[in-house]
């Protein structure tokens, strides 16, 4: 079946312009986790959504980042007044339920590389 | 902050060598899991281990874990050069902490 899909795959953006990120996870999967990876490093975690709600923000870098699921389907990500440090690659996953003793692996798009000029 | 640590950073090795990378956490666990991120591309689980298992094989993958030194290690027998990828590993606070990663180069 159809995995997860990020689009755009690539997004040049001047310093100060807002941007939306968009991911579509796999069909049924209820959880949804938004992942920043800054070039040659790991994965910095921003969100993760339960359905359509957002228990924990608190990885979110600043103000300017949000994010919201609708209909426990596609979910973007908007990064409002962009700043050169917001360049990275902001992968998505989707896994069948969030967290438990018993995880669910996670299920990665491919990424948007966002350029911030 | 991250919880698993992935050591060595950087590994390149032979093809056909066995390669062999750490991965150290601060906190207990349920689960670890592994990952592979090819150039440019999102993660894949490769396999996971629960807190209860010590050793865990899925074809040339071996994973080992050791709760009491808060470790495990991800061995890839008889390396090939699709091998080539950084690894990752990733422990099951509710957000999945994924550590640094060790990115593996196999030379043909």
């Known amino acids: 079946g159809a995995g997860v899909s990020q689009s755009p795959s690539n997004k040049v953006t001047e310093k100060g312009k807002d941007v939306e990120l968009r991911c579509d996870p796999i069909?049924?999967?209820?959880?949804l986790y938004w992942y920043r990876q800054r070039l040659g490093q790991g994965l910095e975690f921003l969100i993760y959504?339960?359905?359509?709600?957002?228990?924990?923000k608190s990885g979110l870098p600043s103000d300017r980042f949000s994010a919201e699921r609708t209909g426990e389907s596609v979910s973007t990500l908007t990064i409002q007044r962009t700043q050169q440090e917001d360049s990275a690659v902001y992968l998505c996953?989707?896994?069948?339920?969030?967290?438990?003793?018993?995880?669910?692996?996670?299920?990665f798009g491919n990424g948007t590389r966002l350029t911030v000029t | 902050s991250q919880q698993g640590e992935e050591d060595p950073q950087a590994l390149s090795i032979q093809e056909g060598e066995n390669a062999t990378m750490n991965c150290s956490y601060k906190?207990?666990?349920?689960?670890l899991q592994w990952y592979r991120q090819n150039s440019g591309r999102g993660l894949v689980h490769l396999i996971l281990?629960?807190?209860?298992?010590r050793e865990k094989h899925s074809g040339r993958l071996r994973v080992t874990l050791d709760t009491s030194k808060k470790s495990s290690s991800l061995l890839i027998t008889a390396s090939r050069a699709a091998d080539t990828a950084s690894y990752f590993c990733?422990?099951?606070?509710?957000?999945?902490?994924f550590g640094a990663g060790t990115t593996v180069t196999v030379r043909a």
């Open positions: 069909s049924g999967h209820t959880a």
């Open positions: 281990i629960r807190s209860n298992e």
């Open positions: 906190t207990s666990i349920n689960n």
């Open positions: 990733a422990t099951d606070d509710y957000k999945l902490s």
């Open positions: 996953a989707s896994s069948l339920r969030v967290f438990s003793s018993y995880n669910s692996p996670l299920h």
């Open positions: 959504f339960q359905g359509n709600s957002a228990p924990d």
